[in-house]
């Protein structure tokens, strides 16, 4: 059971920063999922919790305890390895129990914990194996059951399922949402892939180049991404973004440039001749005539997903994507008419990425 | 009506071997050989025809003349063998050389390597550098610097221990210099395989180790060491193996094999038979003993590196 809290983190290579001032707070038992494409600096967030990268400057406390120069054996925290890392000349038993036998455990506590393990991730009848002797997914599992037989604080898990197949990943995925909820441990968990972060995390903190970009709820991290980059970033196909101009008729915004003439509603003076980047997700736009629609373009492919379709159209400059059950009746080159509703229609500030938000008073948009 | 879907039909297969003419596929399949025949010839003229030789004179009497005719005695070389001391003691002396240099060649090494993994960037390279160096001398080069720095009067180590021993002349102190000297000397090579051995293993598993919570000597005994030992048996082979070899041009350089044959090996008295005695026979069954006996240890010593290697995945 630990809070992890994060404050000012930071970690300089040469002159590259990796991590730069994140902060998090995470709270016991929650599931966290660092999500961000390769590079943005997750993994060396990852490993300077565990303490195997020390941070150039910033905290790290474990339930109010600074941990930010105690090294990795005194933290308290178990980690599972993108490789894995299962020591290859010791057995799956010897393996699982390593981090007792450090620990000095008696013998016989030591068999019992890894009998209790193992049967709850049946390993039963691997024990004797030697690692190279398993399958990707039984050295996942044995990878996981070393790291639960010492029931740690918190478990670290750098991009455990990269190297399952697609069928196993799912099911692994489910398996290990299923054992966060038995467990109730705090999970920091590593990925670039959108979906597991969807579907495993209580929370999501998306990095971009260092940075933090947003942290929330899988609902709130799709349905109001605080970035273009998170917009960007997560959903499938991308959210599109295209950059126009607000214009105030009769106390209602509209969103102008080439092809574009879309409601996004209600302004003040304030936000007139404002000029903005405009999203749309695929899924939230629908087909109607193109002569009167708000979003008129060109399609330019079509992709059939099975049991939906998606248009990528050409709106101007922007390309935006349609989604909706197959088929769509669109083929390459014909011309498209699209609208949505101004409730799904995300701003964000050009200049800074950063999403526009409705302020009650003063009744002005302003950066979140 | 329905009817079941009429399976995928795969694309006729064209028999290859119908189109290709029979002849070119016989030299096809003869030209990996001919890439590997220089090579097996090098070694059928530089090693089977005289390991084959060797046997050959080892059941005749001859004195290398060309002009001397070499006279069959059948196994009187190998009974004159058994029954000559020198052969029982120069064994002895063998296994005193290699367990000499074992702490030259495997600990020494081991531990250079595990604290110089903490020595990064430039550092590290001189380091390794300053290391490997001793082998890049010369053995004669180097036994002449030696025999200058052992010198009973002048020399730098009397005058340094602050001792008057005569270390050549001396039997106990020159078997000591024979071994010291051969260690400096092949010291930088294992120092070398080691580093090779401890890089060929990821950090993955000494960072897991250390989440898991075992200590740095725990890391070292548990994870680190058992994971190199296919290096140290390797080094191991090495010694056993060629020990005697490489300390023969320090012992012709610098004792001769004595004081009294205080310092002749088995490589040593083999050459001292065929090329001092002019023996040849008597040589040459020296050579087929060693030659056996070193191919029954090697062989055990595979096995056991077989035995003890990790197939990382």
């Given at each position: 059971?630990?809070?992890?809290?994060?404050?000012?983190?930071?970690?300089?290579?040469?002159?590259?920063?990796?991590?730069?001032?994140?902060?998090?707070?995470?709270?016991?038992?929650?599931?966290?999922?660092?999500?961000?494409?390769?590079?943005?600096?997750?993994?060396?967030?990852?490993?300077?919790?565990?303490?195997?990268?020390?941070?150039?400057?910033?905290?790290?406390?474990?339930?109010?305890?600074?941990?930010?120069?105690?090294?990795?054996?005194?933290?308290?925290?178990?980690?599972?390895?993108?490789?894995?890392?299962?020591?290859?000349?010791?057995?799956?038993?010897?393996?699982?129990?390593?981090?007792?036998?450090?620990?000095?455990?008696?013998?016989?506590?030591?068999?019992?914990?890894?009998?209790?393990?193992?049967?709850?991730?049946?390993?039963?009848?691997?024990?004797?194996?030697?690692?190279?002797?398993?399958?990707?997914?039984?050295?996942?599992?044995?990878?996981?059951?070393?790291?639960?037989?010492?029931?740690?604080?918190?478990?670290?898990?750098?991009?455990?399922?990269?190297?399952?197949?697609?069928?196993?990943?799912?099911?692994?995925?489910?398996?290990?949402?299923?054992?966060?909820?038995?467990?109730?441990?705090?999970?920091?968990?590593?990925?670039?892939?959108?979906?597991?972060?969807?579907?495993?995390?209580?929370?999501?903190?998306?990095?971009?180049?260092?940075?933090?970009?947003?942290?929330?709820?899988?609902?709130?991290?799709?349905?109001?991404?605080?970035?273009?980059?998170?917009?960007?970033?997560?959903?499938?196909?991308?959210?599109?973004?295209?950059?126009?101009?607000?214009?105030?008729?009769?106390?209602?915004?509209?969103?102008?440039?080439?092809?574009?003439?879309?409601?996004?509603?209600?302004?003040?003076?304030?936000?007139?001749?404002?000029?903005?980047?405009?999203?749309?997700?695929?899924?939230?736009?629908?087909?109607?005539?193109?002569?009167?629609?708000?979003?008129?373009?060109?399609?330019?492919?079509?992709?059939?997903?099975?049991?939906?379709?998606?248009?990528?159209?050409?709106?101007?400059?922007?390309?935006?994507?349609?989604?909706?059950?197959?088929?769509?009746?669109?083929?390459?080159?014909?011309?498209?008419?699209?609208?949505?509703?101004?409730?799904?229609?995300?701003?964000?500030?050009?200049?800074?990425?950063?999403?526009?938000?409705?302020?009650?008073?003063?009744?002005?948009?302003?950066?979140? | 009506?329905?009817?079941?879907?009429?399976?995928?039909?795969?694309?006729?297969?064209?028999?290859?071997?119908?189109?290709?003419?029979?002849?070119?596929?016989?030299?096809?399949?003869?030209?990996?050989?001919?890439?590997?025949?220089?090579?097996?010839?090098?070694?059928?003229?530089?090693?089977?025809?005289?390991?084959?030789?060797?046997?050959?004179?080892?059941?005749?009497?001859?004195?290398?003349?060309?002009?001397?005719?070499?006279?069959?005695?059948?196994?009187?070389?190998?009974?004159?063998?058994?029954?000559?001391?020198?052969?029982?003691?120069?064994?002895?002396?063998?296994?005193?050389?290699?367990?000499?240099?074992l702490p030259f060649t495997i600990v020494v090494p081991v531990v250079v390597g595990l604290l110089a993994r903490r020595v990064r960037g430039r550092a590290a390279t001189v380091y390794q550098g300053l290391v490997f160096a001793p082998l890049l001398v010369a053995p004669v080069a180097g036994a002449a610097v030696w025999q200058w720095l052992l010198d009973p009067r002048s020399g730098a180590v009397n005058q340094i221990l602050g001792t008057t021993v005569n270390w050549l002349q001396e039997p106990g102190p020159a078997q000591l210099a024979i071994i010291v000297i051969t260690g400096w000397h092949v010291l930088g090579f294992a120092v070398l395989v080691v580093a090779a051995g401890l890089a060929g293993i990821t950090d993955d598993y000494a960072e897991a180790a250390a989440l898991d919570g075992a200590t740095r000597g725990q890391i070292t005994r548990w994870i680190t060491l058992p994971m190199l030992s296919p290096t140290l048996v390797f080094l191991l082979l090495m010694t056993v193996l060629l020990a005697a070899q490489?300390?023969?041009?320090?012992?012709?350089?610098?004792?001769?094999?004595?004081?009294?044959?205080?310092?002749?090996?088995?490589?040593?008295?083999?050459?001292?038979?065929?090329?001092?005695?002019?023996?040849?026979?008597?040589?040459?069954?020296?050579?087929?003993?060693?030659?056996?006996?070193?191919?029954?240890?090697?062989?055990?010593?595979?096995?056991?590196?077989?035995?003890?290697?990790?197939?990382?995945?």
């Open positions: 059971m630990s809070r992890i809290q994060i404050e000012g983190l930071t970690r300089r290579f040469g002159q590259v920063t990796a991590v730069d001032h994140v902060g998090i707070d995470i709270p016991d038992g929650d599931f966290l999922v660092l999500l961000g494409p390769s590079g943005c600096g997750k993994s060396t967030l990852l490993r300077m919790i565990a303490g195997l990268t020390p941070p150039s400057d910033g905290r790290i406390l474990l339930d109010g305890r600074d941990i930010t120069h105690i090294p990795p054996r005194d933290r308290d925290l178990a980690m599972v390895f993108q490789s894995y890392a299962l020591y290859p000349h010791l057995t799956v038993a010897r393996n699982i129990g390593f981090p007792l036998r450090a620990r000095r455990r008696p013998r016989t506590e030591i068999d019992s914990r890894v009998e209790t393990v193992t049967r709850v991730l049946g390993l039963g009848e691997l024990l004797t194996r030697r690692p190279r002797e398993l399958s990707g997914g039984q050295r996942q599992r044995v990878a996981l059951a070393r790291a639960l037989v010492r029931d740690p604080g918190a478990f670290l898990l750098d991009e455990p399922l990269s190297n399952l197949d697609a069928t196993l990943r799912t099911a692994t995925r489910a398996e290990l949402t299923e054992l966060h909820r038995r467990l109730g441990s705090t999970f920091v968990h590593v990925t670039h892939d959108q979906v597991e972060a969807m579907t495993m995390a209580t929370r999501i903190a998306v990095l971009n180049r260092g940075r933090l970009e947003q942290v929330g709820t899988p609902s709130e991290v799709y349905d109001a991404p605080a970035t273009t980059f998170v917009a960007g970033f997560i959903g499938s196909p991308a959210m599109g973004l295209l950059s126009a101009r607000l214009d105030l008729v009769d106390g209602g915004l509209y969103a102008r440039a080439e092809g574009v003439d879309l409601p996004v509603g209600p302004g003040d003076p304030e936000d007139g001749a404002r000029q903005v980047l405009v999203g749309v997700r695929a899924e939230h736009l629908a087909l109607v005539a193109p002569s009167t629609a708000p979003l008129r373009g060109v399609v330019r492919l079509v992709e059939n997903l099975g049991s939906e379709e998606v248009a990528h159209c050409l709106v101007g400059e922007a390309r935006l994507t349609v989604r909706g059950p197959r088929p769509l009746g669109l083929a390459a080159g014909d011309s498209v008419g699209l609208t949505t509703d101004p409730e799904h229609v995300h701003l964000f500030d050009p200049g800074s990425g950063r999403r526009l938000v409705r302020t009650p008073t003063p009744v002005t948009a302003v950066q979140s | 009506m329905l009817a079941t879907l009429a399976p995928h039909e795969a694309p006729p297969i064209v028999d290859a071997t119908a189109v290709r003419s029979p002849r070119p596929r016989r030299v096809g399949a003869l030209v990996p050989y001919l890439y590997l025949l220089p090579g097996l010839a090098l070694l059928a003229v530089w090693v089977y025809r005289p390991l084959t030789q060797t046997f050959q004179i080892s059941f005749v009497s001859w004195n290398l003349l060309p002009t001397s005719p070499a006279r069959p005695v059948g196994l009187a070389n190998y009974e004159r063998l058994f029954t000559l001391p020198d052969f029982g003691s120069a064994l002895g002396r063998t296994a005193v050389l290699i367990l000499g240099l490489w300390s023969f041009p320090l012992i012709d350089t610098l004792t001769h094999g004595g004081p009294a044959g205080a310092t002749t090996n088995v490589y040593y008295l083999l050459w001292d038979y065929g090329f001092h005695s002019f023996d040849a026979g008597l040589g040459a069954a020296a050579g087929v003993i060693f030659f056996l006996g070193f191919g029954v240890i090697a062989g055990g010593l595979v096995w056991l590196s077989e035995k003890v290697s990790i197939h990382d995945n």
